[in-house]
């Protein structure tokens, strides 16, 4: 899939799109229901996120030979794995909605938004594609603020309060809202 992965999806897609780390995989499936245009490629590496998502493709006793739908793959690695092996400028829209947010100083070198990740996802999300970043943590929060200063691949402006329209709702969103903590969006543009 890596080396040419518009060749995983049947019929070939119009865009490709990469979620890192869908969690239960409800913002997967919402985009590729609205966007059948677009072959996403989710990443989740917890098992429990995968069964739920596949719980909601796979009908009971269809495990063996229900197929996914033509424009999702799975990725049940490391993102950053696969990030590596992507050809430059294939990706037209990355996701990392609620990332882990490693709230201890010395787990920063964990978290994805890191300037060796933003050096990655440069390489291999294309001229005007989108990177879509939303988090509730103001540990997290802070930390992607003073990445995105420090860099000079993407166009940054300051994160929206409020998920914007176009974003599907998350069920971790729905979470940290309901417990009051404020999420932060960004959407960020490739230079």
Request: proline content about 12%; overall charge negative.
């Amino acid at each position: 899939m890596a080396g040419d992965p518009r060749a995983a999806f049947v019929p070939p897609p119009a865009e490709l799109w990469l979620e890192i780390g869908f969690g239960g995989g409800e913002h997967a499936l919402a985009q590729i229901a609205a966007h059948p245009q677009a072959g996403l490629i989710a990443c989740e590496v917890f098992e429990p996120g995968l069964c739920s998502l596949l719980a909601r493709l796979v009908p009971e006793g269809g495990e063996a030979d229900a197929p996914l739908p033509g424009n999702l793959r799975l990725w049940d690695d490391d993102a950053r794995a696969l990030i590596q092996a992507l050809p430059d400028a294939c990706l037209d829209r990355v996701f990392l909605l609620f990332p882990d947010p490693w709230p201890k100083a010395r787990h920063a070198k964990r978290r994805f938004v890191h300037p060796a990740n933003i050096a990655g996802l440069a390489r291999v999300l294309k001229p005007g594609g989108e990177w879509r970043v939303a988090s509730d943590d103001p540990t997290y929060q802070a930390w992607v603020s003073e990445m995105l200063a420090g860099q000079d691949a993407f166009d940054a402006p300051a994160p929206a309060a409020a998920r914007p329209q176009a974003w599907p709702p998350t069920r971790y969103e729905a979470k940290a809202l309901a417990a009051g903590r404020r999420p932060l969006y960004w959407s960020l543009t490739r230079r």
